[in-house]
């Protein structure tokens, strides 16, 4: 769970995601725009832009109707996946960018991979949001992860909004 809480002194105040659900309802299509530049790391100094990245983003944002796009701010920040996490039963590779400015790997990954047994977690140097998007250094990493998988049967997960979510195109499973 992201949202700062009692439970979770360390998260983010409500503020940040009532930010977030303004900018969805305001003005969908500029709020996507905008997020594509911390998501994939382009407001860093030196990042190199690339607008075909960026503009492959605003769709994928947009196919989701407002109110989805509104109320997942909420799921996303709030849901407490503790105990589900717990139950994972299989060996579970985490795979999270250190420069994940949407979802700080302090929130996500690194308490994740506490929480689910026989749990991995491969930290990707100065990476953004979503490593397996990015072009350049995390593709070939990623290369790698998938070499050494080996025939082991494995579950892949990218540690978002304090939630695993499956990657099939990272590994193939």
Known sequence: MMLKSPK????????????????VQDDRSQFFRDLSMPFYGYNRPGAKISEGVRGSFWPKGMMAGMPAAYFCIRASSETDMTE???????????????????????????????LVPNGRLEVYKGAPRFVHDAQGP???????????????????????SGRAAALPRALAL
């Not at 979770?8 to 940040?16: D, H, K, L, W």
């Not at 590779?93 to 308490?111: K, N, R, T």
């Open 84 to 114: 589900d996490l717990k139950k994972m039963d299989v060996p579970t590779l985490f795979i999270q960018g250190d420069d994940d400015q949407i979802v700080p790997i302090a929130d996500a990954s690194e308490i994740a991979v506490t």
């Open 138 to 160: 995390s593709q070939s990493r990623l290369a790698g992860v998938r070499a050494k998988r080996g025939s082991k049967p494995r579950l892949a997960v990218s540690c978002g």
């Open 8 to 23: 979770n002194p360390g998260g983010t105040p409500i503020e940040v995601f009532d930010g977030l659900r303004k900018g």
